[in-house]
């Protein structure tokens, strides 16, 4: 490698390496955002000043579930946290196979950012379910018991990251703008599936989305400026020649 090319990679791995510190920061300011609404708006325990809110959702939603339990219950069970995690283990494999670039990486970052979100805000807040999310309490679903901490909700955090990370990268590489509703869309269905179960209380998934979007956001843009020699150059730098190699080689 000439002394050209190193200068040439060396910025290139400054940027890698500014891409993570700006994704930690991101993730610091969320978990920031979480702590900060748990205590002030959710309640440490709950019963916080949305619980009025919270209670009206949640004795609404046991009377119009309709025929939408069915795909609620499938959402809960594919993607919930080890099938996700499978899911997007699986889909970087391929990406990784198909593009050969970094971007392979973006389900992976997206739902583990979403994951320790998420582990990490309950560690501090400690939110009860609401009652109907574990049978047979009245309101109950036959077979759902969730009796996991509530706020915020897994499966609207980690499930959102994942689409605006990946449909995210896509419209921000070849500009266009309907990837971003189709994510917004398939975010929507997850949160409601949640409530239809009674499993999360409305603000749980609704600062949950939050969470989700601003995460895959962050993702998606710093994914978009990150390319496969930039990781390259970090984990291996260039090699040293000796000066005479180039006689050597004469």
Known sequence: MTHCDAATVRPSARRALRAAEILVVVAAGIFAFGVLVGFLVVGHHGGGPIQSWDDTVERWFPTHRGPFVGISRFIATYLDAVPLAVICVVLSAVLALSLRSIRALIPIVAYLGGEFQVFAIRQVIFRRRPPTANYPAPGALKGVHETSYSFPSGHAVAVTAVLFALLGTVALTYRIWWPWPIALLGSLI?????????????????????????????????????????????????????????????
């Open 190 to 250: 997850v949160i409601d599936s949640r409530l239809v179960l009674g499993v999360h209380w409305f603000s749980d998934v609704t600062f949950g989305l939050l969470m989700g979007v601003a995460w895959g956001v962050s993702v998606a843009l710093v994914a978009r400026h990150v390319e496969w020699a930039d990781v390259v150059a970090v984990v291996r730098p260039p090699p040293r020649h000796h000066p005479l190699d180039a006689q050597r080689g004469d």
